[in-house]
C-alpha cells in the first residue's frame, strides 16, 4: 500500500523481520470475507494508525512465499498519528523523493510503486495497447489431452475519471471439453443452457 499525503509525502515503513533494514510499502493479508479495499484500511490502521481513502487498484505480482499475489493499491492518508504495531513495523516515517532510505530492489512490486512515486510518474506505468499476449495453458504429460487454451489481450483505455489504465479480456481459443459435453447432452436428447 502507498500511502501519500497531499504535501508530496509517502509513508514508508521498516519490517523488525526484514533480512536487510530497508524500509518499504506497508503490506498485509486480506481476511475471510473482505475486500481488497477492506483489507487496504484495516492494514494500514493496524499496522500504523492510520486511516486512509481514495483507494486506487496500481497492479499485481505472483509471490511465490507463501504461494501469494501481491496486489498493489495507492491510498491517500486521511487522519491519524504514528503508532506503530511493535511486533510488524520497527520504524515508519514519511518521506519526499530525494531523501528515500533504502528501498526493496525493482523485482518486487512495492519496488516498483516506490520507483514511479519518486520518479514522478507515480501511476502504474503504461502498457502499449496489446502488447501482452500471454497464453496460459500448460504442456500435456506424454498421451494426457491437451487443456484448454486461453488467451489474455490487454487493451489500453481511458477510465471513467478520464484516467488512462488496462481493460483485460479474456477469450477461449479450444474448449474441446464444453463442447463434447454440450454435444453429449443434444445427443441424449437434454436441452442446455447458452
Excluded: C, K
Excluded at 486480506?30 to 487498484?57: F, I, K, M, S
Excluded at 501511476?123 to 504429460?141: C, D, H, I, K, Y
Excluded at 498421451?143 to 477469450?171: C, I, K, S, W, Y
Amino acid at each position: 500500500m502507498r500511502v501519500e499525503r497531499d504535501d508530496g509525502r509517502i509513508l514508508l515503513a521498516r519490517n523488525p523481520h526484514f533480512p536487510m533494514p530497508f524500509f518499504s510499502l506497508l503490506a498485509g493479508f486480506v481476511e475471510p470475507g473482505e475486500t481488497l479495499e477492506q483489507a487496504v484500511v484495516r492494514e494500514t490502521y493496524e499496522e500504523v494508525g492510520l486511516t486512509v481513502g481514495d483507494l486506487r487498484y496500481w497492479g499485481s505480482q505472483p509471490w511465490p512465499f507463501p504461494h501469494s499475489l501481491m496486489v498493489g493499491f495507492v491510498a491517500r492518508y486521511l487522519g491519524g498519528e504514528l503508532v506503530l504495531q511493535e511486533d510488524e513495523i520497527a520504524e515508519a516515517g514519511w518521506f519526499e523523493p530525494d531523501e528515500l532510505p533504502t528501498t526493496p530492489p525493482a523485482m518486487s512490486i512495492a519496488g516498483r510503486m516506490i520507483e514511479a512515486w519518486a520518479s514522478g510518474a507515480g501511476e502504474r506505468p503504461a502498457v502499449e495497447p496489446g502488447a501482452l499476449q500471454v497464453p496460459v495453458a500448460f504442456e500435456p504429460a506424454h498421451g494426457e489431452p491437451a487443456p484448454r487454451r486461453r488467451q489474455v489481450e490487454r487493451r489500453h483505455a481511458v477510465g471513467e475519471r478520464g484516467r488512462e489504465g488496462d481493460l483485460l479480456r479474456e477469450t477461449q481459443l479450444h474448449e474441446p471439453e464444453r463442447q463434447r459435453s454440450l454435444g453429449d447432452a443434444d445427443a441424449a436428447g437434454h436441452g442446455h443452457d447458452a
